[in-house]
Nanobody, 125 residues
Framework: QVELVESGGGSVQAGGSLRLSCAAS????????MAWFHQAPGGEREGIATIYTGGRSTWYAASVVGRFTISQDNANDTLYLQMNTLKSDDAGVYYC??????????????????WGQGTQVTVSS
């Protein structure tokens, strides 16, 4: 059974950095699309970055390109999101998600069945 546990959230000043982690227990024989979603206060959950475990291809939402980096540690299946140059709009809850896939890894068209509990990020100006 896939389990996802996020950590690393907290408070940071605008312009600062945070690294989120997602400890994942995955089926070693399955390829997944791993993703980070962001939900701003009062807003909808939005996919912002994905990585395909089968080939390490990545995708980013326009709002985070050049500032955020998604990566995965092969040794322990931990998913990371390095967030730099944080803005007030980046505040909210961040969730990691996983879905088995043969290669398609776009959160705008893929429905994720496994979710973590979320971690809160606060950005102060």
């Amino acid at each position: 059974q896939v389990e996802l546990v996020e950590s690393g959230g907290g408070s940071v000043q605008a312009g600062g950095s945070l690294r989120l982690s997602c400890a994942a227990s995955l089926n070693a024989n399955t390829r997944y699309c791993m993703a980070w979603f962001h939900q701003a206060p009062g807003g909808e959950r939005e996919g912002i970055a994905t990585i395909y475990t089968g080939g390490r291809s990545t995708w980013y939402a326009a709002s985070v390109v050049g500032r955020f980096t998604i990566s995965q540690d092969n040794a322990n299946d931990t998913l990371y999101l390095q967030m730099n140059t944080l803005k007030s709009d980046d505040a909210g809850v961040y969730y990691c998600a996983a879905e088995p896939t043969g290669g398609y890894c776009d959160p705008r068209g893929l429905t994720f069945s496994k979710w973590g509990q979320g971690t809160q990020v606060t950005v102060s100006s």
